[in-house]
């Protein structure tokens, strides 16, 4: 089992950044990404971005590329998700999630586990 603990979220005001972190306890060796997934009110959830455990290659959604970077701590087994110039679109929940596939980081049916998500409010 792999269980994923999310922090960082908060309210902000539209511009500033915010930083996500994702701490991975429990088998992560079985997983070969993290994603991250926000889902707003009303909308389905959507994928923001992954990074391979090994290597580092990061994926983003074209809506938050160039604002949104995702790393990655191997020794403390902790994702983050850094969000630059934040706008009230960005609002959702954020979810962390551990890919158990080599492929397909972008499908949320590739994520076999799911932190508890972290709320995001930006305001304008």
């Known amino acids: 089992q792999v269980q994923l603990v999310e922090s960082g979220g908060g309210l902000v005001q539209a511009g500033v950044s915010l930083r996500l972190s994702c701490t991975v306890s429990?088998?992560?060796?079985?997983?070969?990404?993290m994603g991250w997934f926000r889902q707003a009110p009303g909308k389905e959830r959507e994928f923001v971005g992954a990074?391979?455990?090994?290597?580092?290659?990061?994926y983003y959604a074209d809506s938050v590329k160039g604002r949104f970077t995702i790393s990655k701590d191997n020794v403390k087994n902790t994702v983050y998700l850094q969000m630059n110039r934040l706008k009230p679109e960005d609002t959702a929940v954020y979810y962390c999630?551990?890919?158990?596939?080599?492929?397909?980081?972008?499908?949320?049916?590739?994520?076999?586990?799911w932190g508890q998500g972290t709320q995001v409010t930006v305001s304008s």
């Open positions: 999630a551990a890919s158990t596939r080599d492929y397909g980081f972008g499908s949320d049916r590739n994520y076999a586990y």
């Open positions: 990074i391979r455990w090994s290597g580092g290659t990061t």
């Open positions: 429990g088998r992560r060796f079985t997983t070969y990404a």
